[in-house]
């Protein structure tokens, strides 16, 4: 083996155990052809986490997350534990994970798979070929800017959300951009609002000094009702897109919508040092959990993304994501990507489809 790898596995809720099992068996087999070798562990985080330990994300595994050098998560949540107060919902589990590794960048591609281009509600003419990456910064904005809240103000109650960035925050999510763009077509739009929001001039500035430091990327810019319009419009003139946590959550979810499912896509948070967490886009879907119905393509998806952005093992990487070409190549479906005339098969069929698939 030339290179060995701890990774924590965060099998979480619902179908989440399934999914992850067949992405763990997918980067064995991807190991054993490329002399990578994977040193597993398993904890606990979400309602599993909160049913054993009355706590949504343990101290334990916080601290085998920071001593991997990656982080593989499959699904977090359920009905059983909606009533729950708010700081003790599974989902707290994912914020404090995030928070605890200083998780600042989020990646989400949104790929067309050509074998699955028909299940978009846009055209085929204008998604076919699309393969774009969002990239959303994450502990910054408007979401986490003070002052915020409701207040008393003049005889009415006032709400009150602060949008705010610093040359810092700027400038490392703007890096993490330009060398993902360097990976992909070499082409970064950064999006702003900056004809009307001056921490957006700040932002276009950084983006602007940052340009000179990566001459092989192109930058442009965009204003964000103008993006939104243009991911609908003419998708294909994108290749990497860089803005802040509000305008990154509402591009993201639109620019994964063009694909038709937003079941098959991965996810990665990265931070300036130590492991990313690699993840699928989708839930823990409670109502399938157990019944070897759902779809293990985006979580093996986001193990390739591990490989490639997590530990730089791009050929690894490829090879998966050509495994996840071939099965669709060769007609196998799961129920939520059925269509007439496929091959209809359950989880662990799907991944002894791509272990066969790999050769």
Not at 297 to 314: C, D, F, K, T
């Amino acid at each position: 083996m030339s290179q060995q790898y701890r990774i924590t596995l965060l099998p979480g809720d619902g179908i989440g155990p399934e999914i992850l099992s067949v992405a763990v068996a997918v980067l064995k087999r991807v190991g054993e052809q490329t002399g990578i070798g994977f040193q597993f562990q398993e904890a606990l985080i979400g309602g599993a986490a909160i049913d054993a330990t009355g706590d949504p994300l343990p101290a334990e595994t916080l601290d085998r997350c920071r001593n991997s050098d990656a982080v593989l998560l499959a699904a977090i949540g359920g009905y059983q534990w909606d009533t729950l107060p708010s700081h003790q919902r599974p989902e707290r589990g994912l914020l404090g994970l995030r928070a605890g590794l200083g998780l600042f960048a989020n990646l989400r591609p949104a790929k067309i798979l050509p074998q699955l281009i028909d299940a978009s509600t846009l055209k085929r003419e204008v998604i076919e070929g699309v393969d774009i990456m969002v990239i959303r910064e994450l502990t910054g904005g408007i979401y986490f800017g003070q002052p915020k809240g409701i207040f008393e103000h003049e005889g009415e109650k006032r709400g009150i959300n602060t949008m705010v960035y610093a040359e810092h925050e700027i400038d490392r999510i703007g890096r993490v951009a330009f060398e993902t763009a360097r990976k992909r077509g070499k082409k970064l739009c950064s999006v702003d609002k900056a004809n009307v929001l001056e921490v957006s001039q700040l932002w276009r500035d950084r983006m602007t000094q940052l340009a000179s430091e990566y001459s092989d990327v192109e930058l442009s810019h965009m204003y964000v009702d103008n993006a939104a319009m243009q991911l609908v419009r003419y998708p294909k003139q994108f290749d990497t897109i860089v803005t802040g946590n509000l305008f990154g959550d509402i591009l993201s979810d639109e620019a994964a919508m063009l694909t038709g499912s937003i079941g098959m896509l991965p996810s990665a948070s990265l931070g300036s040092s130590g492991p990313g967490v690699f993840e699928p886009v989708h839930g823990s879907a409670p109502d399938i959990a157990g019944q070897d119905k759902a779809n293990p393509i985006a979580q093996v998806l986001s193990a390739a993304m591990m490989l490639r952005y997590g530990l730089n093992e791009p050929e690894a990487a490829d090879r998966i994501e050509q495994a996840v070409q071939a099965i669709l190549d060769a007609g196998y479906r799961t129920g939520d990507i059925m269509s007439p005339g496929m091959k209809a098969v359950g989880c662990q069929a799907m991944g002894e489809a791509l272990i066969q698939a790999l050769g």
